[in-house]
Each structure stands twice: as structure tokens, then as C-alpha cells.
């Protein structure tokens, strides 16, 4: 191997060593934001197998006749641990872009060391490439496919912390113009789940919002959203009653009779799941799994949900 592949195999290396810490962190900070168990547990490994993969990129550097860079990983988990807290003030589909973008990163920089090491024919280093590519390419469609549950509007494996929501939901309302729409009700989902606003911060920027304000303000929440949505129909405002029913659907109080399986409170784990894989709807799931985590919380039942939810996205995607 000449001098000049040798540095830039240990340039790249290095890079790699000093990025997969930072992988290692975002992992272990989505550990938190986990939906069900066994995404918990998927993410958990993934922690521990960013750490396996650091460790084999030191002894590649070290085969070369380099030391590994240790100041480089203390300041990438610095510099991940600022990223975590300055996210928390993104929207959540922001901060999901920036870890498929560190992936893609990964990824691009495992194949050109393939490549350098295929050119001089160092077998250990291109089996180590394979490997990487292999990781880094499975992480990447994986968050592929939680962003496109998020933009189908979930119910993502990974769930917004209540201040991502809550800045989120502001950014947006920035960007929205004066006259609410139903886009604009649809984009604060979220935020009304999360962060449980009262019913007039929602309705006061609709046709028709403040008669429907006036007339719920002295109700619980749950009833004024429902309160809301039929006086708005009554009044001939159906876009606004459609978005405040969305509201409703994703904050998990809709009346088991409006859900989109037949008699759902009567079914047990087994055939709720059954049920749930018959779906075809993102916004029929989004309904199950928010009326779930509302009322039984059955992980089993979410986790199927969220399963049938990543097919969909996967099928959105190909």
C-alpha cells in the first residue's frame, strides 16, 4: 500500500471512528423517544453496536500504524450533546433529517474506504467496509421509513418529546398564514396532543371560531372538541369540522363508536392486532393507536399499529 492510500485510508478511518461516536449518542438520546418495547430494545442494540463498531475502526487504524483520535470522539459526543438540546427546538421531522443525514454520511464514507482498500488489497479493512455499509445502509432506509410515518402522520416509531412538539407547533404557526385553514389545524396535531393547549387557543383562528369558542369554553376538553366539531357542522363550517375532528382523532378522544374497527373495546390484544393489520389508512391507525394510549395502552396493540404503519410508509416510499 503507498504512503498516500495509507493516510487517506487513515484520514477516512478516523472520521468514521469519531462519527460513530456521535452515532452512538444520537442512538442512545432516541432511546428515550422509543414508542413501544421493541423499538426500545432495537435502538438499545443499535447503541451497543455503534460501540462494537467503534472499537473495530480503532484496531483498522491501528493496523495501519496509526492512533486512533481520542480528543476527536470526546468533542463529536460534545458536540452531539449540544445537537440534542438545540433539536429540542426543531420540529421533530428536522431533528429526524439531520440523523439520516449523519447516516448518509456513515455510509458514503464506508464505501470510499471499501474502495481505498479494495485498490491496494487489504481484505481485512474492505471486510470491515462491508460490514459498516451493511449497518449504515439498514439505518438509513430504517429512518427513511420513520420519517415517512411522521409525514403520514404517524404514529412514528419514535415519539416527539413534549417541548419538540410544542416548538414545532410554533415554528409552523410562524410560517402559517393569518386565516386559519385546515392544514394549519392538521400541523397543530401534535402540539394539542403533546402539550394539551385549552380548546379556544385552537378554535379561535377558524370560520365560525368564535361562536364555537363561546359556546364550549365552559366544558372539559374532551367535550368541548366534540362540542365543537358538531356545532361546526351545524353551522355549515365542515372544513373547520373536519380538522377539529383530525384534533380529535390524534389526541385519543374520539367515542369508541367513531373508530375504524367494528366494536374495538370489546376486543381482546389478539384480535385487536389482527384487526389492526387489516388497516390501510394512515389516519385509521393514527385513530387506534391514540384512542389506545388514551384509554387501554396495550404496547402490543401499539406496536402492531406502528409496524403496519412503517409497511405503509415502505410502500409510500418504493
Known amino acids: 500500500m503507498t504512503q498516500t492510500n495509507t493516510a487517506a485510508l487513515l484520514t477516512q478511518l478516523r472520521t468514521l471512528h469519531q462519527l460513530t461516536h456521535a452515532e452512538t449518542q444520537v442512538a442512545e438520546t432516541r432511546v428515550a423517544q422509543a414508542r413501544t418495547e421493541a423499538v426500545r430494545r432495537e435502538l438499545t442494540e443499535n447503541a451497543q453496536n455503534c460501540r462494537v463498531r467503534a472499537v473495530a475502526i480503532e484496531e483498522a487504524i491501528r493496523e495501519l500504524g496509526g492512533l486512533p483520535d481520542v480528543i476527536g470522539p470526546v468533542l463529536g459526543r460534545a458536540t452531539t450533546a449540544v445537537k440534542t438540546l438545540t433539536e429540542q427546538a426543531q420540529p421533530f421531522d428536522e431533528a429526524l433529517l439531520g440523523d439520516l443525514a449523519l447516516e448518509h454520511q456513515l455510509l458514503d464514507r464506508a464505501r470510499y474506504v471499501k474502495a481505498l482498500a479494495t485498490a491496494d488489497g487489504n481484505s481485512s479493512i474492505v471486510s470491515l467496509a462491508n460490514k459498516l455499509i451493511k449497518a449504515h445502509r439498514a ?81 372539559s376538553r374532551d367535550s368541548a372538541l366534540e362540542t365543537a366539531e358538531r356545532v361546526s357542522r351545524r353551522e355549515g363550517a365542515d372544513g373547520t369540522a373536519e380538522a377539529l375532528h383530525r384534533v380529535r382523532t390524534a389526541s385519543g378522544v374520539l367515542a369508541a363508536d367513531e373508530l375504524p374497527i367494528e366494536d374495538y373495546d370489546k376486543l381482546n390484544v389478539s384480535s385487536a392486532v389482527a384487526a389492526v393489520k387489516e388497516l390501510t389508512e394512515a389516519s385509521d391507525i393514527r385513530a387506534i393507536v391514540a384512542y389506545e394510549e388514551a384509554h387501554k395502552n396495550r404496547h402490543g396493540v401499539v406496536s402492531a399499529a406502528q409496524t403496519r404503519l412503517a409497511a405503509i410508509a415502505q410502500e409510500v416510499l418504493s
Open 139 to 219: 439505518t438509513v432506509e430504517w429512518l427513511t421509513t420513520v420519517i415517512a410515518e411522521e409525514a403520514l402522520g404517524g404514529p412514528a416509531a419514535l415519539r416527539r418529546t413534549p417541548l419538540q412538539a410544542a416548538a414545532g407547533a410554533a415554528v409552523r404557526l410562524v410560517n402559517t398564514p393569518v386565516n386559519w385553514s385546515t392544514r394549519g389545524l392538521d400541523r397543530a396535531i401534535d402540539a394539542a396532543r403533546s402539550t394539551r393547549p385549552r380548546i379556544e387557543s385552537i378554535l379561535t383562528r377558524g370560520a365560525h371560531a368564535g361562536d364555537v369558542a363561546a359556546k364550549t369554553l365552559g366544558a
